[in-house]
């Protein structure tokens, strides 16, 4: 069994560009959350990808923009970027039309912005 | 809106020391609550799920509870071990699949 992947591993960006996280959720699951983990607090939850559709959102701009495919994979973007969208980037992966509900996170992304 | 915090924010105890680690939420209206370990710099590693009509589980060394009417939930770890140092975070899941996490207890165990 595979399990959450995400790419890059760590991004250096500066302000007012746009960036793009990638991430594979686990074999079998339909449904992909992001986070944003700032250092040395929790995550917050960006959004919810289920069938291609956004299936709930957290308290995030619109600039935070996301996709997921027919595989179940997903991208998180983000336009216009500020030097407080620097953080860990986490997404995770659940099946919770079949009972599943428990998330699985991948390694994350590093994104810095300067 | 759902709060969860978590105490105390840094724990460290000697090798073999049983601790128990503290997560409490506003909202008693959960649809289940997630303790995850990270290590730092990386992903978080899934502990224990714990359904709201359910009052604990086990796994290995690890006891998680869920008390969801005073709003509390305790991860107990018997004899803890060096490799046990990370941090350990609470999240509780609404059913509007908003996850909301603790800022997490740092845990470090001395050899």
């Known amino acids: 069994e595979t399990g959450v992947t995400q790419s890059p591993t760590h991004l250096i960006k500066t302000r007012g560009q746009q960036v793009t996280l990638r991430c594979s959720s686990q074999?079998?699951?339909?449904?992909v959350s992001w986070y944003q983990q700032a250092l040395g607090q929790g995550p917050q939850f960006i959004f919810q990808?289920?069938?291609?559709?956004?299936?709930g959102r957290g308290n995030f701009p619109p600039r935070f923009s996301g996709l997921q495919f027919p595989n179940y994979s997903s991208e998180l973007n983000v336009n216009a970027l500020e030097l407080d969208d620097s953080a860990l980037y986490l997404c995770?992966?659940?099946?919770?039309?079949?009972?599943?509900?428990?998330?699985?996170f991948g390694p994350g992304t590093r994104l810095t912005v300067l | 809106k759902q709060e969860v915090t978590q105490i105390p924010a840094a724990l460290s105890v000697p090798e073999g020391e049983n601790l128990v680690l503290n997560c409490s939420f506003t909202?008693?209206?959960?649809?289940?609550l997630q303790w995850f370990r990270q290590d730092p710099g990386k992903g978080l590693t899934s502990l224990l799920l714990?359904?709201?009509?359910?009052r604990e589980q086990t796994s290995g060394r690890l006891n998680a509870s869920l008390d969801k009417s005073s709003g509390r939930s305790t991860l107990y770890i018997a004899a803890s071990q060096p490799g046990d140092s990370a941090t350990y975070l609470c999240?509780?899941?609404?059913?509007?699949?908003?996850?909301?996490f603790g800022a997490g207890t740092r845990l470090t165990v001395k050899p």
């Open positions: 995770a992966s659940s099946a919770p039309g079949q009972g599943k509900n428990e998330q699985f």
């Open positions: 074999s079998g699951h339909n449904t």
């Open positions: 990808y289920y069938r291609e559709e956004e299936n």
């Open positions: 909202d008693s209206a959960i649809y289940n």
């Open positions: 714990i359904q709201s009509s359910q």
């Open positions: 999240a509780v899941k609404r059913n509007n699949n908003d996850m909301r």
